[in-house]
Structure formats: C-alpha cells, structure tokens
C-alpha cells in the first residue's frame, strides 16, 4: 500500500486504504474522516448508552417508510405470486410439523436459516441457507449471469 493513497484514521490512528473510509462528499477527499470500523464502533456504543432513544427514532422511521413499504410488498406480490406461494407453502409446513429446516448448505449454522427455491413450481424442493449465506449466494449468482466477476 503506497503512502500517498493511505488515509489516516485520528480516532484509532490505523493508516488505511481509501475504500476503508465511508463517502463524504462535502469533503474535499471525498471520504469520512474516520474509518468504517471507527464509525461502527462509536455509533454502536451510542445505541447501547440510549436505547431508549434509539427506539424512538427507529420507531418514527417504520411509521415514515410504512405507506411505501407496504406498497413494495403488493408490487412485489402482484409481479411474483409463484414465490409468495411457495414462501407460504413452506412456511405452513414448518409450523404444521411436516417440513423442519436443515442448516446452513454453505456454513452448516442453524440460525437465521432461510429456504432458498432454485424452482418456485417445486415449493418443498429448497436448499437452507443462513440469510447471511443466501445473501452472498444470491450476489454471486447476479455477477455469473452478468458476465462474470470482471464486468
């Protein structure tokens, strides 16, 4: 790493990468003066010193965003009723007791596990995945049909 494209972190005082500091476009480098784990690290202890406050805040944020989250849903039911339909045929297994979810294909974890269908026509046809796991499948998936992790 050359020194004239590292940054200095003032709070843990690490001389890092440039992709390791946030966007600030007010800034004239364009970066946030403190690094990605200095900002999580300071704004995780302000939640844990007034979770009160964070309830409050995170609370008037749903009720703001709910109108059009629950317009995302709709659309999102209207465009794909063979997913919702599977999501609910599994769903209704696992609390009958017909289905029991496995752990994770990728990491073998059993929390967060979530049912992953490669055919919604197939709905107890799934693979489990931590949503962690499912995430990351699903991105490596988009780059294989865009061309590849280079485009």
Same mark, same amino acid.
């Given at each position: 790493?050359?020194?004239?494209?590292?940054?200095?972190?003032? $709070?843990?005082?690490?001389? /890092?990468?440039?992709?390791?500091?946030?966007?600030? *476009?007010?800034?004239? =480098?364009?970066? %946030? =003066?403190?690094?990605?784990?200095?900002?999580?690290?300071?704004?995780? &202890?302000?939640?844990? !010193?007034?979770?009160?406050?964070?309830?409050? #805040?995170?609370? $008037? =944020?749903? %009720?703001?965003?709910?109108?059009?989250? #629950? &317009?995302?849903?709709?659309?999102?039911?209207?465009?794909?009723?063979? *997913? #919702? !339909?599977? /999501? !609910? &045929?599994?769903? &209704?297994?696992? %609390?009958?007791?017909?289905?029991? $979810?496995?752990?994770?294909?990728?990491?073998?974890?059993?929390?967060?596990? %979530?049912?992953?269908?490669?055919?919604?026509?197939?709905?107890?046809?799934? #693979?489990?995945?931590?949503?962690?796991?499912?995430?990351?499948?699903? *991105?490596?998936?988009? $780059?294989?049909?865009?061309?590849?992790?280079?485009?």
């Amino acid at each position: 790493m050359s020194d004239l494209c590292a940054i200095r972190c003032p $709070r843990c005082g690490d001389t /890092k990468p440039p992709d390791e500091f946030g966007i600030n *476009r007010s800034k004239r =480098s364009g970066k %946030q =003066s403190y690094c990605r784990l200095c900002t999580l690290s300071v704004d995780r &202890a302000r939640r844990r !010193a007034n979770p009160e406050k964070v309830r409050v #805040i995170n609370r $008037r =944020s749903y %009720q703001r965003h709910r109108p059009a989250r #629950i &317009a995302d849903v709709k659309e999102y039911a209207a465009k794909y009723p063979e *997913r #919702i !339909a599977a /999501k !609910a &045929a599994i769903k &209704a297994a696992i %609390q009958a007791g017909d289905l029991i $979810r496995g752990s994770c294909f990728a990491c073998l974890s059993t929390e967060n596990v %979530q049912g992953h269908h490669e055919d919604y026509s197939k709905p107890f046809d799934v #693979i489990w995945f931590c949503s962690s796991c499912h995430r990351t499948y699903h *991105r490596f998936m988009e $780059r294989l049909e865009n061309g590849g992790p280079n485009e």
